[in-house]
């Protein structure tokens, strides 16, 4: 069974910058895909970027330029760079792996003066 256990989120004024992180634990199948998805309150769970092992990546339109998704040489790590965050980017962000899917438990981003 993969575990996820993302990392990295806190508050941060308009403009700035987070990195998230996601260790992963177990095996990870190349042919499934891993990523990052969001939470706003009220709102629907939305996908921000995934990647695959080869290197595929697809980001939403409303990060794109943005945010950056990597995962590390070992494939034991998915990295969420975000840059330019705005208030709208406010989420909770989740780690996440195709096969079942799986979830992490999620990481509190708040953007705000």
């Known amino acids: 069974q993969v575990q996820l256990v993302e990392s990295g989120g806190g508050s941060v004024q308009p403009g700035g910058s987070l990195r998230l992180s996601c260790a992963i634990s177990?095996?990870?199948?190349?042919?499934?895909?891993m990523g990052w998805y969001r939470q706003a309150p009220g709102k629907q769970r939305e996908l921000v970027a995934r990647?695959?092992?080869?290197?595929?990546?697809h980001y939403a339109d409303s990060v794109k330029g943005r945010f950056t998704i990597s995962i590390d040489n070992v494939k034991t790590t998915i990295y969420l760079q975000m840059n330019s965050l705005k208030p709208e980017d406010t989420a909770v962000y989740y780690c996440?792996?195709?096969?079942?899917?799986?979830w992490g438990q999620g990481t509190q981003v708040t953007v705000s003066s």
């Open positions: 996440y792996y195709e096969l079942g899917p799986q």
């Open positions: 990647i695959s092992t080869s290197g595929y990546t």
């Open positions: 177990g095996s990870i199948l190349s042919n499934y895909l």
